[in-house]
T-cell receptor, first 112, second 116 residues
Framework: AQSVTQLDSHVSVSEGTPVLLRCNYS??????LFWYVQHPNKGLQLLLKYTSAATLVKGINGFEAEFKKSETSFHLTKPSAHMSDAAEYFC??????????FGAGTRLTVKP | DAGITQSPRHKVTETGTPVTLRCHQT?????MYWYRQDPGHGLRLIHY???????DKGEVSDGYSVSRSKTEDFLLTLESATSSQTSVYFCAISASQGARVNTEAFFGQGTRLTVV
């Protein structure tokens, strides 16, 4: 089955500095990949998705991610962090049958 | 917001009792999922459904069963609840756009289940 590894359980950045959240995936098929965000005590919101079109994907709130097949990676970036970006972020892989598997999550802290 | 309703939103139950959580959708999406969320584990797939009466196990299916008798409803049952099943449960739905292109999932607000 497909799987996802989020390489950092916690990332801390200062407001206005770049954000990098790392995700590696494993899949036997051409996968679809997603990033979701979860603010405290809230549900999950889709940030962006890759479904075999352009490898650089732009999402909401200034986030983007690049699909690199050779590295089996799908890292999430943002040029300048905002306080409101503090949340938990999940990388998700899906291949056949829409079977969606989550990574363990990365908690992003943004310092003033 | 996608039309997904989970019920109940909060439940406290005793060890050994049966519990059923309901997920109802108004989007007519083909796929429905049940996940549990625990600290340090992200969301783990319990069961999912790819159509009426068509279900399959996820990665943590032991102790859980599901049923989908109608497109709009997906039920998760804990036959005999244990303390290890204390968790937040999320239902999700997803449409289908062909054999190779998967669409994103939309999530309900979650059900907080405590087994004492």
């Amino acid at each position: 089955a497909q799987s996802v590894t989020q390489l950092d359980s916690h990332v801390s950045v200062s407001e206005g500095t770049p954000v990098l959240l790392r995700c590696n995936y494993s899949s036997s098929y051409s996968p679809s990949l997603f990033w979701y965000v979860q603010h405290p005590n809230k549900g999950l919101q889709l940030l962006l998705k890759y479904t075999s079109a352009a490898t650089l994907v732009k999402g909401i709130n200034g986030f983007e991610a690049e699909f690199k097949k050779s590295e089996t990676s799908f890292h999430l970036t943002k040029p300048s962090a905002h306080m409101s970006d503090a949340a938990e972020y999940f990388c998700v892989v899906s291949d056949r049958n829409n079977d969606m598997r989550f990574g363990a999550g990365t908690r992003l802290t943004v310092k003033p | 917001d996608a039309g997904i309703t989970q019920s109940p939103r909060h439940k406290v139950t005793e060890t050994g009792t049966p519990v059923t959580l309901r997920c109802h959708q108004t989007e007519n999406h083909r796929y429905m999922y049940w996940y549990r969320q625990d600290p340090g584990h992200g969301l783990r797939l319990i069961h999912y459904s790819y159509g009426v009466k068509d279900t399959d196990k996820g990665e943590v299916s032991d102790g859980y069963s599901v049923s989908r008798s109608k497109t709009e409803d997906f039920l998760l049952t804990l036959e005999s609840a244990t303390s290890s099943q204390t968790s937040v449960y999320f239902c999700a739905i997803s449409a289908s756009q062909g054999a190779r292109v998967n669409t994103e999932a939309f999530f309900g607000q979650g059900t907080r289940l405590t087994v004492v």
